[in-house]
């Protein structure tokens, strides 16, 4: 079995001699230069390497009875690692550990790992998974006596996958006896709990129920039963027991292979919010509901044809896992006839939102705002995806006017927002960095806010009057300009511009004015196609000038 020390020390000590845990050069003389000669990746695999490396070394110099000298192979790999364990430095350690290449690591070296992290790093929370041996049990329980964190999380791995009990007799006993008295939520899964409980049977909720009250019984504070194995449940049960009261914990079970690791994950992720300060219960609910939107967002994922498969753990950090598209940085040339939308309009000519987008793309719109002030919420969403997969067939971006709810909900390419809307320094830190931000300014100090506040562009009028915005100032071609020459982003000019004059617009000459957007000029229109082609004609003719 590899009992991989690494696990402790991999993030925080590379370069440690195993006996005394602090830096020593010996353990990097071997190994730095050729890092250094072959460009090779520093990290994780690097101290799994060294450390593997220093307990071999120390193994080398050992002598036979016989006074010769006893040689322990040793193996340095060099390559990535695998998060999925299949493949890169994993694969290595563990095809090295079954040719009899890696050996438990002794109990005093983990002993003192403890010691040096819980002294060092001051843990608010220690998390446990697979502990291979009772000497190491009781290692641990030392050293959280000697360094007392606030809460410990007891994941009892002692049922692997395919069934096979991973944990001996005296490992149980002291599992029942010391680790879980000392445990604030331990979190059997029905066959775990059953090993703990001497082999009961659980099938049924009610089942669960006297299982976490008997478990509860032997110690920990608090007890989380967990049902994904449970016969005919539709749903992913899990049952909480504090001591006091039962909560049954529902969840839609997630049809998918890729539930490998779910529960050492639901343990971490009940430890990383019992260390920022939540209580138990809501730790709980929040980890559950995380591994009920990983396996979602990961449930398509093909990974390996084992009869499970990882699931991705950091899918909430990665919008719309399963939509392979990848938004194009912005362009200030898109600018360039800015299609704006308005139900309104679009109903009066009897078409729907879609027809009408399709339509201003087919004539050379460069850039799509929906701007749907009458729509509600779901209509409005439902539109967007609509237009968005539209837009996105013809590598155009899509952005939404005022709803960042909306945008986010279907991963739009960014939201145009005015000056009594949502501030853009909130709208930039609720979309990330590479959405698409523009801010509409009527004056110079405007137009620096929306740069310092991170927008992409702004949208400077009205530069004539219009009628598609109640009570909305003019600011005439000179206050075009005016806002122009002071912005650091490119500008898009509104209001009021159509055919007859959006050459007037375009010649102002300034070099960060880069188009027109328009509503009424092609949606007030009954054919959007051909007045979208005709101001396409006009703009670059203007640009033609210009140049
Ligand atoms: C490109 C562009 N520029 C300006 C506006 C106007 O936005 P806002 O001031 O938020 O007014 P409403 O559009 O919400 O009425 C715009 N939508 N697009
Ligand atoms: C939304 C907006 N913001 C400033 S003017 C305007 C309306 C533009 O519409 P139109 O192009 O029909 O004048």
Not at 76 to 91: E, K, M, R
Request: some cysteine; charged content about 20%.
């Amino acid at each position: 079995m590899v009992y991989c020390s690494s696990q402790l020390l991999s993030t925080s000590f590379p370069l440690l001699n195993p006996k005394t845990l602090k830096f020593d050069a010996k353990y990097s003389k071997n190994w730095l230069p050729l890092q250094s000669t072959e460009g090779l990746v520093k990290g994780l695999y690097q101290t799994r390497v060294l450390n593997l490396r220093a307990m071999q070394e120390d193994k080398a110099s050992a002598v036979t009875s016989d006074g010769s000298e006893l040689r322990v192979p040793h193996v340095l790999t060099v390559a990535g690692s695998d998060s999925g364990a299949g493949a890169g430095i994993q694969a290595d350690l563990k095809t090295c550990a079954a040719r009899g290449g890696v050996e438990v690591v002794p109990e005093d070296f983990v002993a003192e790992q403890l010691k040096s992290v819980l002294s060092d790093m001051r843990a608010d929370v220690v998390k446990t998974g697979m502990l291979p041996s009772t000497g190491i049990v009781k290692i641990l329980l030392h050293s959280l006596k000697e360094f007392p964190v606030r809460a410990l999380v007891v994941d009892p791995v002692m049922v692997s996958t395919s069934g096979d009990v991973l944990a001996g007799p005296s490992i149980l006993a002291t599992f029942r006896e010391e680790l879980l008295p000392m445990a604030d939520i331990v979190t059997p899964n029905l066959r775990e709990a059953s090993v703990l409980l001497g082999g009961v049977q659980l099938e049924t909720v009610a089942n669960m129920r006297s299982a976490a009250k008997s478990i509860h019984d032997m110690g920990p504070r608090n007890v989380l039963v967990k049902g994904g194995d449970l016969p005919a449940s539709s749903d992913a049960v899990d049952i909480f027991f504090d001591g006091q009261d039962f909560y049954e914990l529902r969840s839609s079970r997630v049809k998918t292979r890729n539930t490998h690791g779910t529960g050492c994950t639901l343990a971490s992720c009940i430890a990383a919010e019992l260390a920022k300060g939540h209580p138990m219960l809501s730790a709980v609910k929040v980890a559950k509901r995380y591994i009920e939107t990983a396996l979602d967002y990961s449930k398509d994922i093909v990974i390996g044809s084992g009869l499970q498969g990882p699931f991705d753990h950091l899918s909430k950090l990665k919008r719309n896992v399963h939509n392979a598209y990848v938004q194009r940085a912005f362009d200030s040339g898109d600018l360039f006839l800015y299609a704006v939308t308005d139900s309104g309009m679009n109903k009066k000519w009897g078409r729907s939102i879609t027809d009408a987008v399709k339509a201003a793309l087919e004539g050379g719109a460069t850039i799509v705002q929906l701007r749907e002030k009458d729509a509600e919420t779901r209509d409005f969403l439902e539109a967007a995806k609509a237009c968005l997969e539209i837009c996105r067939s013809k590598g155009v971006p899509l952005l939404i006017n005022d709803r960042v709810d909306v945008a986010l909900a279907c991963d739009a390419d960014g939201v145009h927002v005015g000056q009594s809307d949502m501030p853009t320094n909130v709208v930039r830190s609720l979309l990330g960095p590479e959405k698409i931000i523009g801010v509409s300014c009527k004056t110079p100090q405007q137009a620096q806010q929306a740069w310092i506040d991170g927008a992409d562009y702004i949208g400077s009028g009205g530069v004539y009057p219009t009628n598609t915005k109640a009570n909305n100032r003019t600011i005439g071609i000179d206050g075009l300009k005016t806002v122009s020459l002071a912005s650091k982003l490119p500008v898009v000019a509104i209001g009021g511009i159509g055919l007859s004059n959006a050459q007037s617009v375009m010649e102002t000459g300034v070099p960060n004015l880069k188009g027109v957007a328009v509503v009424s000029a092609l949606f007030d229109q009954e054919c959007v196609l051909t007045e979208t082609k005709k101001l396409h004609a006009v703009l670059m003719e203007a640009a033609s000038r210009v140049k």
